[in-house]
């Protein structure tokens, strides 16, 4: 096992996000985020209008660390069986032996994921906290490194389920791709002339050096003051007067793990404030239900993350 220092970690994560811009133009934030889930070892949501390259990135992603990759097209008939597997019956020998879903595999896209009911997203929940399945009594681990990458359409098209509370808080962070800007969109044109950047992408990392990038990120040092300041942005959600929901300990842990992943992904062993501050509004605004009136002031969640951050005092 390599045992990545704070330059080792920081180059092979610049290596993966270039290897990444080669089939994503004009969205660097959005990979850099990227990279950080995965070093931190969480699941990602991609929040988005179709075509905006989602799937893509998705797929670049699993290329680029030369992962064992497997796609789920959600639809309103799937079944939990058709993400975990299920028992099939052997007429030759009368046994019952069971055959893997696609949950098991390295890099896990779940398109367009609430298109499904809650039952069958909820077939989700035990991977993405566990990394485990459980068919029928039995439990089975899940291969290292797991990384979900889910798709949504936004809930207002027809067709779709709103995420539940329980699922919406096992994701890492929130990336919201976007229209690109017309320049951007001619030089896409202009690279997938005669054949896509994908087909060509070549590995960055191999999967044992994805695991020890993720413990490497459990060494980043971070201050009894900084986990302090953690703790204190998240108490202020759960008693904003904007917030009907607050943030659950849960993403107080992920936003701790996240601002390690951030601070190795820029060549640090420690973390800053600053760490904490570009994360938080990734990590915390998909797990926040706002009141009806703040919803209707046209008042956003990143927003309202915005205004709590500045009056919680940094810690120096």
Not at 34 to 48: F, I, N, Y
Not at 234 to 258: F, H, Q, V
Not at 286 to 307: C, E, N, P, V
């Amino acid at each position: 096992m390599t045992q990545f220092g704070a330059d080792g970690a920081q180059a092979k994560l610049a290596a993966l996000r270039k290897n990444l811009q080669k089939v994503i133009l004009g969205k660097d934030e959005s990979i850099e985020i990227l990279a950080v889930a995965l070093a931190a070892g969480g699941s990602v949501l991609m929040e988005d209008v179709p075509g905006v390259g989602k799937t893509t990135l998705a797929k670049a992603l699993a290329k680029s660390i030369d992962a064992r990759f497997s796609r789920i097209q959600f639809t309103p008939d799937l079944l939990p069986a058709d993400i975990v597997g299920s028992s099939v019956y052997n007429p030759v020998d009368g046994t019952f032996k069971f055959r893997h879903g696609p949950v098991f595999c390295n890099v896990l896209l779940a398109d367009e994921i609430n298109r499904a009911s809650p039952r069958t997203q909820s077939a989700l929940l035990e991977a993405m906290n566990e990394l485990q399945a459980t068919v029928e009594g039995t439990c089975y681990t899940l291969p290292s490194p797991f990384l979900v990458l889910a798709t949504q359409n936004p809930v207002e098209f027809h067709g779709t389920y709103p995420l539940p509370e329980a699922q919406l808080d096992r994701f890492l962070v929130q990336v919201d791709l976007g229209y690109p800007s017309p320049e951007v969109e001619e030089g896409i044109l202009h690279s997938q002339a005669r054949s896509h950047p994908l087909e060509t992408l070549t590995p960055v990392l191999d999967r044992e050096e994805v695991s020890d990038l993720q413990e490497a990120v459990r060494r980043v040092r971070l201050d009894a003051s900084i986990s302090g300041y953690i703790v204190e942005i998240i108490t202020r959600t759960r008693n904003d007067e904007r917030i009907k929901l607050g943030a659950s300990p849960r993403a107080s842990l992920m936003l701790y793990r996240a601002a390690q992943a951030g601070a190795l992904c820029r060549g640090r062993d420690y973390v800053l404030p600053d760490d904490v501050q570009w994360l938080a509004p990734y990590v915390l605004a998909h797990r926040l239900m706002l009141t009806s009136q703040a919803r209707y002031g046209g008042q956003g969640k990143r927003q309202i993350i915005q205004d709590i951050l500045a009056r919680v005092r940094v810690p120096t």
